[in-house]
DNA sequence: ATTTAATTCAAGCGTTCGCTTGAATCACCC
DNA sequence: GGGTGATTCAAGCGAACGCTTGAATTAAAT
């Protein structure tokens, strides 16, 4: 069967994830992979095809189940406000769980991290892929947090997906700078730090005049 | 006098910021500052060394300029607390402000959210231009959270700079995606929206149990 | 003016890149 | 079991890559 796209795939995103997609040539992919020189061409066409067949295999089951549970979420908070921490855990629980324990998941995580600092490709998957997630994370924040200005909301947003970008990509960086004090082998509990920490910073209040006040500047306290 | 070096670097930067290190051949960087094609290896000898002196003449005067800040937050306090907030700002407001209003400014600060990105080049360059202002920055954060416990601290110090590079690369993608709702274009409110956030997601209040405690899974709320 | 070192120049080396080709092989249907 | 489309194979094309070379040019010191 396609036993040979399965191989490339996989081997794609071991690699891409490793090394990142732009520093990988197809032939290593295709060393890795085991499969002929030509097999990659023939199945997806190009780099960039390939890139996103990557992207496509696992994104689509990951945003699936986000929205799965932002749709729990919803329907449990029937007319009153759901909670900031349930809705951020609906789109870190399912990323951070991706293929857990196995090698091939912890490595897909960092790929997945990796797509959001890598523009290029993120808008080529961007709109068929993350769109409808990012339509139903807003609209449920802003009934989590009815108070918050819309353009704060969606400031907030940007820092919060940076942030879980950020653990999501540098798992190893982060065990590694901190000389084992942070322990990233626990996926739960990493989600558990990981929503408090995005829902307190979404959740800050909005002090009046927070966009023209300097605060802090030398001597000023 | 070495006007060659210097329009080396600035094109290097211009093209690493806009098109990621690894996607700019020199061949491009040798066209854009008009210089010659073997002025690069002259002078830098790789474009290793090349990317390592384009980080350095910037990254030098801004983490002397955070490391300043500090000492001045640090000076402040005495004895007593000092402010999240203020901490964070020290961190957040020279990187923001690079360049203020150039064009090359700009580009830069996107190539500064990218290093972290960068595996790669941030290790190169970690140990010589970050490690003091990260001991200084974790050392003054403790005191101004010195409830949260180390592990707690160190984990929200990665999202937190998770969220910092974030918007530092990608200024440009978030006035876009939010169909212009975000306005990039004012430091100063980026820098107060951030330090917010950024201090928000920090001072959190640890749960008892946090790390171990399962939330709101589907329908046990 | 002559020497000497630093810099610039045009040309191109060897390698690796994404991708193509055309023949060989496989799987399957009548 | 012969024919047909899908897949695999070995080989290599043209282009672009980082980097090198050796001569020409500049600038400063004597």
Not at 20 to 44: K, T
Not at 100 to 122: H, K, N, V
Not at 131 to 150: G, I, K, N, T, Y
Not at 162 to 180: C, P, T, W, Y
């Amino acid at each position: 069967m396609p036993d040979t796209k399965v191989q490339i795939l996989d081997a794609a995103e071991c690699l891409f994830a490793e090394y990142g997609i732009g520093a990988i040539p197809l032939r290593r992919i295709i060393a890795e992979g085991g499969v002929n020189s030509a097999a990659i061409h023939y199945h997806f066409g190009s780099k960039e095809e390939l890139v996103k067949a990557v992207f496509k295999r696992r994104f689509g089951p990951l945003n699936a189940q986000r929205i799965e549970l932002l749709n729990e979420i919803s329907d449990e908070a029937g007319d009153g406000q759901p909670g900031v921490e349930d809705v951020c855990y609906a789109i870190v629980a399912p990323a951070m769980r991706l293929g857990q324990g196995t090698d091939s998941g912890r490595l897909f995580r960092s790929l997945a991290g990796r797509l959001m600092t890598e523009p290029r490709y993120m808008e080529v998957v961007f709109s068929e892929l993350f769109v409808e997630v990012d339509r139903r994370f807003d609209a449920l924040l802003s009934r989590a947090l009815p108070d918050l200005p819309e353009d704060v909301r969606v400031w907030r947003k940007f820092m919060a997906t940076g942030s879980m970008a950020f653990v999501l990509r540098e798992q190893d960086l982060i065990a590694k700078v901190s000389h084992g004090l942070c322990d990233t082998s626990d996926v739960e509990v990493t989600i558990r730090r990981l929503v408090r920490f995005m829902a307190a910073g979404l959740s800050a209040p909005v002090a009046e005049a927070v966009e023209a006040a300097v605060p802090a500047e030398k001597g000023s306290r």
